[in-house]
């Protein structure tokens, strides 16, 4: 009995802008932005005014995303403060008044 080879579904070698704007978390105005001032490649298989074709590294390559293996999370430490002086209200020491009776 002869096998029939399984066809595998071709992978996508591009991605529309909206696509990589959802994975990247980057808006499709910052992603054509870049493509305008030369950060990213892209491709527009219709000639000028046609959707954005990038490739699935497209932001790696250009190094504006880190490689998801460089991806580090760092610890929680807390609300970041404001460099500066803290307010007088906001010390610890402050002093809360209640009306004498």
Same mark, same amino acid.
């Given at each position: 009995m002869a096998r029939t080879p399984q066809l595998v579904p071709p992978q996508k070698h591009y991605?529309?802008?909206?696509?990589?704007?959802?994975l990247s978390g980057l808006s499709t105005s910052? &992603?054509?932005?870049?493509?305008?001032?030369?950060?990213? #490649? *892209? !491709?527009? $298989?219709?000639?000028?005014?046609?959707? &954005?074709?990038?490739?699935?590294?497209?932001?790696?390559? #250009? *190094? !504006?995303? $880190?490689?998801?293996?460089?991806?580090?999370?760092p610890a929680s430490s807390g609300p970041r403060r404001l460099p500066g002086r803290q307010p007088g209200w906001m010390s610890p020491t402050t002093k809360i008044l209640t009306p004498k009776q």
């Open positions: 991605l529309d802008i909206d696509e990589l704007s959802a910052t &992603l054509r932005r870049y493509v305008r001032q030369g950060k990213i #490649a *892209a !491709l527009q $298989p219709g000639g000028p005014g046609s959707r &954005l074709l990038f490739r699935p590294d497209a932001l790696e390559a #250009a *190094a !504006l995303l $880190p490689a998801a293996s460089e991806i580090v999370t």
